[in-house]
T-cell receptor, first 113, second 113 residues
Framework: DARVTQTPRHKVTEMGQEVTMRCQPI?????VFWYRQTMMQGLELLAY????????DSGMPKDRFSAEMPDATLATLKIQPSEPRDSAVYFC???????????FGPGTRLTVT | AQSVTQPDIHITVSEGASLELRCNYS??????LFWYVQSPGQGLQLLLK??????LVQGIKGFEAEFKRSQSSFNLRKPSVHWSDAAEYFC???????????FGGGTRLMVKP
């Protein structure tokens, strides 16, 4: 049963620290998405990739967030420096076609104190 | 541009009662339509999807949805709700081939004993 995996599942850090979240998309999927979910804002798209190339990262605060795909099996989302307002659940999803089904990982719950 | 609206933020139903969650989309042609469910602490899981053909779509966990082009709607239904159905439900639309899914704001379902 192929699944999207995300690590870590939980992260607590202090303000100003660097945070790196990792995602392993389903093998063979060529589109990868990063979302952030909070009670106030709901589900927000941060960035997405196709064939490892970033297509749109307009949802990300550029000064502190960065997303990369070092290879087809790994996507990373980095926050540097982290702030309390970054506390949220971050989801990775992968798929084959942009307008088709996305498969979501379990999420990384980030708490910045 | 595509958009999707879930008019109900919260819905409470009694266990055993029927359920209908509303979803309206905006798009000129026939879109790809999806319903996802998110249980507490989990990622989003696909319940069902519609691309073409029969407008009544069956999904997992006893859910179904009906595409009504004239009303631009894709409402989710279940004849008898179980306590385990308490979760948040997201409708999503995928329209233009070059664009990814757009998610609605979600409907939180609570089930009374």
């Amino acid at each position: 049963d192929a699944r999207v995996t995300q690590t870590p599942r939980h992260k607590v850090t202090e303000m100003g620290q660097e945070v790196t979240m990792r995602c392993q998309p389903i093998l063979g999927h060529n589109t990868v998405f990063w979302y952030r979910q909070t009670m106030m804002q709901g589900l927000e798209l941060l960035a997405y990739f196709r064939n490892r190339a970033p297509l749109d990262d307009s949802g990300m605060p550029k000064d502190r967030f960065s997303a990369e795909m070092p290879d087809a099996t790994l996507a990373t989302l980095k926050i540097q420096p982290s702030e309390p307002r970054d506390s949220a659940v971050y989801f990775c999803a992968s798929g084959l076609v942009l307008r088709d089904e996305q498969y979501f990982g379990p999420g990384t719950r980030l708490t910045v104190t | 541009a595509q958009s999707v609206t879930q008019p109900d933020i919260h819905i409470t139903v009694s266990e055993g009662a029927s359920l209908e969650l509303r979803c309206n989309y905006s798009y000129g042609a026939t879109p790809y339509l999806f319903w996802y469910v998110q249980s507490p602490g989990q990622g989003l899981q696909l319940l069902l999807k519609y691309f073409s053909g029969d407008t009544l779509v069956q999904g997992i966990k006893g859910f179904e949805a009906e595409f009504k082009r004239s009303q631009s709607s894709f409402n989710l239904r279940k004849p008898s709700v179980h306590w385990s159905d308490a979760a948040e439900y997201f409708c999503a639309v995928g329209a233009d081939a070059g664009n990814m899914l757009t998610f609605g704001g979600g409907t939180r379902l609570m089930v009374k004993p």
